[in-house]
């Protein structure tokens, strides 16, 4: 048991701390976070060939243009006082339906208490005193409380719809011109935000739209869509960067302003089962064209009819731009009005992306 005491244990009691030197070592030489400091993001990344190539092929191409969109009841006819006065009768109520020239309230207008005429003196009935001159009759006593005469008029509806926004009541006052209530058609519409560069887009072509309804099985044809414009443009805010994105990607370039001057809007037929509030998708046709050329949208980069593709300079080793004309944007495809030739080989992918596959290209792409 002596040997034990004097030889084992000091050599259990060495293994211990050799243990605990080892770990304090790793821990000041090898940190768990050597690899990844902290704060460090990482990010997925994709390899791909930066100069794989492609050549344009011909192939049928169709453009959309997807809108969200919100159904909003159409504007409706505010029914103005024609004179001021109390209110005596009121004939509907809100959520009444009404034809033109239905009464809805009726007004009561104070008139002023005609004046009775004095006998004119020295006229033919007059009566003569002794001494020949005519005898003034007393005045009559005025009466204390003449009793006032009213006008009253009716308010009709100046066209058919349904009584919205009638805040007033019986005995309460209203001036001539004033708002009293709304008449709403009872229609809706689908109106959809646009960019200036989706208006743009728009601009002399005849729209065509359909929307996809929760309550309908196929899309809904829009009857006459049209555009309004706003008749005050916001001046846009920058958007806040994250601290991390100091960053560019040659070849992507922005979508839209993001301001919203105008909006598409869709009349709802008749009879379509819808409420206000609902969002709805709108799709509007661009054109489609047959055997046209086109390119993949990761090659090129631009912005409406201006874009630019890359082929490879086997002199100096280097991407060489070519400006080059669009046309309709398709689903991963763009059609190349001018500035290929076919069988022309161009890069698969804009120079200096990293991931080509997770980006619109092109500008605005819809």
Do not use: H
């Not at 209110?87 to 809100?94: G, P, R």
């Not at 001539?176 to 960019?195: F, M, Q």
């Not at 080989?345 to 997770?358: A, H, K, S, T, W």
Request: proline share 10%.
């Amino acid at each position: 048991m002596e040997s034990v005491r004097r030889y084992v244990f000091p050599i259990v009691w060495m293994l211990i701390f050799a243990v605990i030197a080892l770990a304090l070592a790793k821990l000041a030489f090898f940190p768990a976070n050597a690899v990844a400091g902290e704060g460090d993001e990482l990010y997925p990344t994709a390899e791909f060939d930066q100069y794989a190539t492609v050549v344009p092929e011909s192939g049928d191409i169709t453009s959309t243009m997807a809108l969200d969109a919100i159904v909003q009841p159409d504007a409706g006819t505010p029914v103005l006082a024609k004179a001021s006065g109390e209110i005596t009768k009121i004939w509907v109520k809100n959520g009444d339906t009404v034809a033109k020239g239905d009464r809805i309230l009726q007004v009561r207008v104070p008139q002023e208490p005609a004046m009775p005429e004095a006998p004119a003196i020295g006229s033919d009935t007059a009566e003569l005193g002794p001494d020949g001159e005519p005898i003034t009759a007393p005045a009559p006593a005025a009466d204390p409380s003449p009793a006032v005469e009213y006008l009253y008029l009716n308010l009709t509806a100046p066209e058919a719809g349904k009584i919205t926004g009638l805040t007033l009541a019986e005995w309460q006052t209203t001036s001539a011109g004033e708002p009293v209530a709304t008449l709403s058609p009872g229609t809706y519409s689908i109106v959809a935000d646009l960019t200036p560069e989706q208006q743009l887009d728009l601009l002399d072509t005849e729209i065509k739209a359909t929307a996809d309804l929760p309550t309908a099985k196929d899309a809904v044809p829009c009857a006459a869509p049209s555009i309004t414009e706003d008749e005050k443009v916001e001046e846009p805010t920058a958007p806040q960067q994250p601290e991390d994105a100091g960053f560019d990607m040659p070849g992507i370039e922005p979508a839209g302003s993001g301001i919203s001057a105008a909006q598409l809007r869709c009349p709802v037929p008749e009879g379509t089962k819808i409420v206000p509030g609902l969002s709805v998708k709108v799709s509007v046709d661009l054109g489609s064209a047959s055997g046209v050329m086109t390119v993949p949208t990761t090659a090129v980069e631009g912005n409406g009819t201006d874009g630019t593709v890359y082929v490879f300079d086997e002199a100096t080793g280097e991407p060489t731009p070519v400006p080059v004309t669009l046309g309709l944007r398709g689903e991963g495809v763009v059609q190349i009005v001018e500035g290929l030739q076919e069988g022309q080989e161009i890069l698969q992918f804009v120079p200096g992306v990293d991931n080509p596959e997770g980006a619109m290209f092109g500008g605005g792409m819809w």
